[in-house]
């Protein structure tokens, strides 16, 4: 009987991991036969079966205040939420409503607050905003962009979804002028 507990987890596990990796490949841009990067296997782990995107997407984001802070590190000064985590912006959102639904807001989940959000060191309030989501949900804005954190992004700080190619466009993080940030990320892992 353990045996077989033993393939059944073992077949579960290379099915998982099968998915994922196709998951990652499927995506991204049309150049070559390359590898798939760190960012892009942990955007598809995360889309496919998502623990950590479940407890990010559960966690108190929506607490009252809900402040927008920024730090200088080195992809510059961007914007996180009021627990430390990085925000980004999808290139496909073209408007204020973000266009981020079920696989990709577990994967990215939307930063959503209940109260208005307000603006901390560095940010500028007039900037600041929210948008209503499919869901009824108050997403923050910022320069009219919807805000997300990345489910790949386990501590506060970490910049792992920088540049990643997911759910049919680019994840950058946001600089306090409202402008996003395309500069690779020198150490994604160790964030700021």
Known sequence: MTSYRARVFTAVSATVLIAGAATACSGGDSGGGSAPSAAETASAAAATSAPRAAEVAASPSASSPAEVTSSKGPLGTILFDHKGRTLYVFDKDKTSKST???ACATAWPPFTVTSKPTAGTGVKSSLLSTSTRSDGKKQVTYHGHPLYRFS??????????QGVN??????????????QITKKSQNPGTGY
Do not use: I
Not at 152 to 161: E, H, R, V
């Open 100 to 102: 981020c639904e079920g």
């Open 152 to 161: 790949g992004d386990p501590q506060p700080g970490n910049t792992n979804g």
């Open 166 to 179: 997911a759910f049919g466009a680019k994840w950058y993080v946001m600089g306090t002028d409202g402008k």
